[in-house]
């Protein structure tokens, strides 16, 4: 029994761990506000401390494994794709991403060898677009579950990317980081809905459901704040959906 409790309890720990980094950006702006004290004298984190703190949550969360003993691949009961993705794909993806200026070396592909999501990420000036399996449309018929590779790239790439290197990413420090992620989430779709690069009426349609989708399941995150009573389009208004 001791033995199970300890494997639940690492188990627990590596999802909370694998967690917190699929939301990087919004951490380490809470870390470089951070305030400790050490020996009676009050500082901010270093930046080596908190690269150190990213680099302990990746060993945390499994990252870091010999990864020749088996596929890995994200688990998405069906919501998003779960098949390595073909070399086809993989150029069409490539070449799509490109088109929001990214740097081709900034795009980490990672199906079959890490069960890291697909996310977007700035952290300490470093431009980063992972790529896994879950670009690819699920099973379900959700609007998450529908999104094509093209809207998901324009979920991550012109709306958390683009607001990130605007310092538009959704922050109020008045809310949970639950309700700051939800909001953000819902403004990448949006925004990707509007302003997404040679997107069809369809994959709009799906990003603009996801955000309302998103806002109906998850609303009740915002009860306690300001924004508690706030419908769907008070929402939006709080949010950059404008072209930049």
């Known amino acids: 029994m001791g033995g199970e409790l300890t494997a ?39 930046n080596e401390e908190i690269d150190d703190f990213f680099k302990h949550l990746e060993d945390v969360a499994g990252f870091k494994k010999a990864i020749n003993q088996y596929r890995k691949i ?31 070396k900034n795009i980490d592909f990672k199906d079959g060898i890490s069960d ?30 529908r ?13 958390h990317r683009l607001a990130a290197l605007n310092n538009k ?10 309700q700051n ?9 949006i925004r990707a809905s509007k302003h997404g690069k040679d997107l069809n009426k369809v994959d709009r349609l799906d990003l603009l459901d996801d955000a309302l989708e998103r806002f109906k399941s998850h609303k009740d995150i915002l009860k ?3 924004y508690e009573n706030y419908n769907f389009e008070q929402i939006t208004q709080l949010l950059w959906i404008t072209k930049n």
């Open 169 to 178: 990413t959704f922050f109020d420090s008045n809310l949970t980081g639950s």
């Open 224 to 226: 306690g704040s300001k």
């Open 147 to 159: 999104l094509s590779w093209k809207a998901a790239i324009a979920h991550e790439l012109e709306g």
């Open 116 to 145: 890291h999501e697909t996310g977007y990420s700035l952290m300490f000036g470093l431009d980063r677009l992972v790529i896994n399996t879950d670009v690819m449309p699920g099973k379900f018929n959700t609007a998450n579950s």
């Open 8 to 46: 639940a309890i690492k188990g627990g720990l590596r999802k909370s761990a694998k967690e917190v980094l699929e939301h990087t950006d919004y951490v380490k702006k809470e870390l470089d506000n951070l305030i400790i004290e050490e020996n009676n004298v009050k500082r901010k984190l270093t």
């Open 181 to 189: 992620n939800l909001l953000e989430e819902m403004q990448a779709s």
């Open 74 to 104: 994200v688990y998405s009961k069906g919501l998003r794709g779960e098949a390595n993705l073909t070399l086809k794909q993989k150029d069409e993806i490539l070449e799509y991403a490109k088109k929001y200026n990214i740097d081709e």
